[in-house]
């Protein structure tokens, strides 16, 4: 029997990359997906497949786990509807956008018996496995400081309204490499410095944000999780990590397997990727996760811990201060 999955909701630009990759595993069915936009819904299924559901709670019935990938703010009730059925789900990041819907999906999880993996994808990145597998060898020595990136071009769409996102660029691109600090060092910042702004975009919410973070053995890490990016700009984005070491530095630059592109048709610049699908490596995880019920890797800890950390770079952003990260 194939393992069924379904989809509650279409809203975030990465659940295509999700069903793509689990059409590609094994004995999965990918059922269908219920979305609060019938529109979007329709659009989805008509290029991926799979049926539209009236009601979530037709498409829970039917299925073994599922995928969540609604807009920030609605994860927590996703979840939790998920969880009802007594249901696995991935749920997309960030994992929750406030404190008390933590609290709210997390109770409903344990309520219903089951788990929520966060959908970390760059943990799957071979270039930052080779970094992990690099450091925990010692070949550059202790660990003194990190500067990272994640830089990508603005979504706009309900990725900019932030009574639906939570926030802008700082909470949609702190967390992925909060997370792979947190692996790669073992340990959490206590202590968050935070600049944001509007100088790209003049709106509202903040379309820059730089971080830095400390630790309690004196190491620090920064993070620019702006949208920088241009329109025309090559590709969406980065993801950088440059580790120094007591012995040496190591340099990390996720998606550079990529070619050049100049393409009359677009008469742009793009690329065309060749490295690994993070998103297959992911997906893999979870479907395996739930066909043998094991832990997931990828906790509802991790996610909440990288929210944590975009909290408080927030509050230190308002207050021109250092802020100590509460998790």
Not at 15 to 21: K, R
Not at 99 to 105: F, G, T
């Amino acid at each position: 029997m194939p393992t069924r999955i379904g989809l509650l909701s279409s809203a975030h630009l990465h659940a295509a990359g999700y069903i793509s990759a689990l059409r590609r595993i094994e004995g999965c069915e990918f059922v269908g997906l219920w979305d609060d936009d019938v529109a979007r819904a329709r659009e989805f299924a008509a290029k991926w497949g799979g049926e539209v559901f009236a009601q979530p709670s037709d498409l829970l019935s039917q299925c073994e786990a599922v995928i969540v990938a609604s807009e920030n703010r609605k994860h927590a009730d996703h979840v939790a509807l998920a969880a009802e059925f007594g249901l696995p789900s991935m749920c997309e990041k960030p994992l929750v956008a406030t404190r008390d819907e933590r609290d709210r999906m997390f109770e409903a999880v344990d309520r219903g018996g089951t788990w929520v993996m966060t959908a970390f994808p760059t943990r799957f990145s071979p270039a930052f496995q080779r970094l992990l597998q690099r450091v925990r060898a010692d070949e550059i020595g202790p660990i003194v400081g990190i500067c990272a990136t994640n830089r990508g071009t603005c979504p706009l769409g309900w990725f900019v309204e932030t009574a639906q996102s939570g926030g802008g660029a700082a909470i949609d691109h702190v967390v992925h490499v909060a997370d792979l600090l947190s692996v790669l060092t073992g340990r959490l910042p206590r202590r968050v410095t935070s600049f944001m702004g509007n100088r790209i975009y003049g709106e509202s919410w903040e379309d820059s944000a730089l971080l830095t973070m400390e630790y309690d053995d004196g190491l620090f890490a920064t993070l620019d999780s702006s949208w920088s990016r241009p329109k025309s700009y090559k590709t969406w984005g980065d993801v950088t990590m440059n580790v120094v070491g007591e012995r040496g530095v190591i340099e990390m630059d996720m998606f550079a397997q990529a070619f050049d592109v100049y393409a009359n048709s677009a008469m742009r610049h793009g690329v065309a990727s060749y490295g690994s699908d993070l998103d297959l490596g992911l997906v893999s995880e979870f479907v395996s996760c739930v066909r043998t019920g094991s832990t997931p890797p990828i906790s509802r800890d991790s996610g909440w811990n990288a929210v944590a950390l975009a909290l408080a770079a927030y509050e230190s952003a308002r207050s021109g201060s250092p802020v100590e990260v509460v998790y």
